[in-house]
């Protein structure tokens, strides 16, 4: 069983963090260690013995700190447990469907030979940062679609697989 599970993660806003944190959360609840970081903190990933990337949708990219890390990260990435996840969709698509990686995450899923993708949806609300961000939300089309039930049973999935138990859900 794998001691030590990093969550890191790229935000703008917050969302992509609850997300990460939440999946750190389940993992601990299910007698995995984990820490949630923001992936431009994390310096080494050689004390972990798995790790979950996620980062934020903007404009069909993810966000650059995901990006970042998976590259400078990539060797040793790519020898240990991985799974990738996205935040992004404001309407409640990634709760209805499943929703494929954007190319450069799809690119990294193979590359690193990553475990699996899954796409939550995004959270944009009032105070939200960013030009492009703030209109948004000014226009209506703002709001909450993370669906945490989904995103816990992600987490699940993923520390049955590390405790090496059959899955629940």
């Not at 050689?46 to 966000?63: E, F, K, P, Q």
Request: overall charge positive; hydrophobic content about 40%; some cysteine.
């Amino acid at each position: 069983m794998p001691s030590s599970v990093l969550v890191a993660y790229g935000t703008t806003n917050g969302s992509t963090a609850r997300i990460a944190e939440t999946i750190a959360e389940v993992l601990r609840k299910e007698g995995v260690s984990a820490t949630a970081r923001p992936a431009r903190s994390v310096t080494d990933v050689g004390s972990y013995d798995a790790v979950v990337v996620g980062g934020g949708l903007y404009a069909g990219r993810w966000h650059k700190d995901a990006r970042r890390f998976v590259r400078r990260h990539g060797g040793e990435l790519a020898g240990r447990p991985l799974w990738l996840f996205s935040s992004g969709p404001l309407d409640p698509s990634a709760s209805e469907r499943n929703i494929p990686p954007v190319p450069g995450v799809q690119r990294a899923l193979v590359r690193l030979g990553a475990q699996e993708h899954v796409t939550f949806g995004g959270c944009l609300d009032e105070g939200a940062r960013g030009f492009i961000a703030r209109k948004i939300v000014d226009s209506g089309k703002g709001g909450d679609y993370r669906d945490f039930a989904q995103i816990e049973a992600w987490a699940g999935r993923i520390a049955a697989r590390l405790v090496g138990r059959p899955a629940t859900s």
